[in-house]
């Protein structure tokens, strides 16, 4: 096991519709991930057998051993709009190459918005999600916004239907990819690129009911279409569809985020319309002697009555 959850405490009285706890998840070291140092607002990871050195606002304290940051084969320089270009070390450098979550594999790519094709923050939730869906014997998971396809693969090799909806179809392919290196059975994931709001609106007009939904929106995005996601204007009313698309029997909602100024006490307030149990707090990478706060998430369990009660 490479996580743990950290309470903090637990309150129920202000929000009489749902209880909650407050706990940090730490991800610790796994055999396709370890964070080696941090500081100077900068990062030293290994993903698989490569390391990379890349930007991390947050890290506002020195690096702990300058030596060590000589192993980083490339790093990642950051320029306006978000995009930016690496910096190759030691002549040869492959373009690609694979790390592992315990049985699942990722190609690993070095992209222009110095994303590798992996979240490590985001492995805490796997296990848990597919503890929840092996448990139940299967069952049908929405997820949203999803990337490369960890959560689509951890779901789906603990038996669920996913469905999994990414507005880039170059994104989708990856995580095609990431299946089929995995071995994830053909057929147990949907693959759609297309807009999150517009894919709720019609589900919801389907009639059609999932067990688990995830989402982790980005703060600003756009659609196959053009259409513009805005995590201000939209979240809420995304989580809102995606209570109607929960069945009579949900077993988990999935928040996550990376957005300034979500936090885990706003993530929680979208799930309190819902009656159940919520965990909140933040997703830490331990490693190089500190805890390095990599987002926020609340996941959603059910109580005796999971009825959607949003205005």
Known sequence: MNWHLRKHGVATESEPQVDFSIMDLLINKFDGYELL?????????????????????????????AIKWKQAGAAFQ??????????????????????KWNDLVFLIRLTGF???GLFPEHTGHWGWMADLISANGGGRVLNLFAYTG?????????????????????????????????????GSVRYLADDALKFTGREIRRERKYDGIILDPPTFGRGPKGEVWKI????????????????????????????????????????????????????????????????????????????????
């Not at 190759?88 to 790390?99: H, L, M, N, T």
């Not at 507005?167 to 059975?185: D, F, H, L, Q, T």
């Open 78 to 99: 950051r320029g306006e709009g978000g995009t930016g270009d690496w910096d190759r070390f030691g002549g040869c450098f492959s373009e690609s190459w694979d790390a």
């Open 37 to 65: 140092d941090s500081g100077g607002e900068r990062k030293l990871e290994r993903f698989g057998d490569v390391v990379v050195d890349r930007p991390c606002p947050q890290a506002i304290w020195p690096a702990d051993d």
């Open 150 to 186: 960890g959560a689509s693969m951890a779901c789906a090799r603990a038996g669920a239907e996913v469905t999994h909806v990414d507005s880039a179809k170059s994104v989708n392919g990856w995580a095609r990819e990431n299946a089929n290196r995995s071995g994830i059975e053909d």
């Open 232 to 311: 201000e204007r939209d979240f809420y009313n995304l989580v809102r569809d995606c209570s109607e698309l929960l069945s009579d029997d949900p077993l988990f909602v999935l928040l996550t985020s990376h957005s300034p100024g979500v936090t885990p006490s706003v993530l929680r307030a979208l799930l309190s319309p819902l009656d159940g149990h919520v965990e909140s707090g933040e997703m830490l990478l331990q490693g190089g002697g500190h805890a390095l706060a990599a987002g926020v998430y609340a996941r959603w369990t059910p109580g005796p009555n999971p009825i959607p009660a949003f205005p």
């Open 114 to 116: 110095g994303n590798m």
